[in-house]
């Protein structure tokens, strides 16, 4: 960790602040018990909590698999694993799963998020190109749905699809609509409730390793980095390597009207 606060930019003058048995895949600030946590996840497939003034974890919780992604809000944890495993944990119990599933998508978990501005729900991306919407509790289950993302039809055969990984999905803060971003190089926003696409945009060059919106939603930030979907040998040094932002206008973020039937 550097403390940016006092001018600290120096990777040398970093401090260690977590510590797993395995590679650290992910990690996110938190809020248990009233003080902020540093939330670390790994292939040794545990989760662990971390008071920054101590160099012991003052948690842990051991998951199915090893972690390859995680999201936090509010009092909501979810921990995606390989597998296709979900934990969802409770913070005010952060030493247990609240609901442990297998992901509704067939492939690998690429990404997990969860719903904002109201945490009821998460979404999960996953390599095949297809995108889930899960509800926590037993009674919004109904509205649980998957669709397909990132494919394109191939140039030589009508019927085949080439299909990309989701790597990101990004929520709106105000509008509670997302993004998703993928190995394809493009992004495109959604509106969950009416399971519709609202805007799609041209690849930008590059796989799109990251997104995120600012606080206010007016802009969209995703990274254009090698993904690794294609392995080692498309790792060059000419790969671009960026953060682009993106201003959200007018109307490519907000939901669409909701309709009166008659």
């Known amino acids: 960790m550097l403390d940016l606060a006092a001018g600290h930019t120096d990777p040398s ?3 260690q602040v977590a510590v797993h048995d395995q590679p650290i895949r992910s990690c996110a600030m938190a809020t248990v018990g009233g003080s902020p946590v540093l939330v670390t996840g790994g292939w040794d497939k545990m989760i662990k909590y971390w008071d920054l003034r101590s160099d012991k974890p003052i ?3 051991e998951c199915k698999d090893r972690v390859y992604t995680m999201d936090v809000k509010d009092n909501m944890l979810v921990v995606g694993t390989a597998e296709r495993w979900i934990h969802v944990v ?3 119990n952060p030493g247990a799963s609240y609901k442990t599933i297998q992901s509704p998508l067939k492939w690998q978990t690429r990404v997990c998020t969860i719903f904002s501005p109201d945490a009821n729900g998460y979404a999960v991306g996953s390599i095949e190109g297809r995108c889930a919407i899960q509800y926590v509790e037993e009674k919004d289950q109904s509205n649980n749905f998957s669709f397909k993302c990132h494919r394109q039809q191939s140039p030589t055969d009508r019927n085949m699809s080439n299909v990309y990984a989701v790597n990101a ?3 709106h803060p105000v509008h509670g609509t997302f993004s998703t971003s993928g190995a394809d190089g493009t992004f495109h926003f959604w509106d969950k409730d009416a399971k519709h696409r609202l805007k799609g945009y041209p690849e930008v060059g590059g796989t799109i390793a990251a997104t995120d919106f600012d606080r206010t939603g007016n802009i969209f930030a995703y990274a254009v980095s090698y993904d690794w979907s294609k392995g080692y040998q498309h790792n060059t040094a000419q790969y671009p390597n960026k ?8 109307d490519e973020c ?7 039937k008659r």
Do not use: D, E
């Open 13 to 15: 003058k970093a401090q």
């Open 59 to 61: 948690g842990m919780l």
């Open 90 to 92: 409770n913070l005010v």
């Open 169 to 171: 999905i990004s929520f």
């Open 243 to 250: 953060i682009m932002l993106h201003p959200v206008i007018g």
């Open 254 to 260: 907000k939901p669409r009207p909701k309709t009166t």
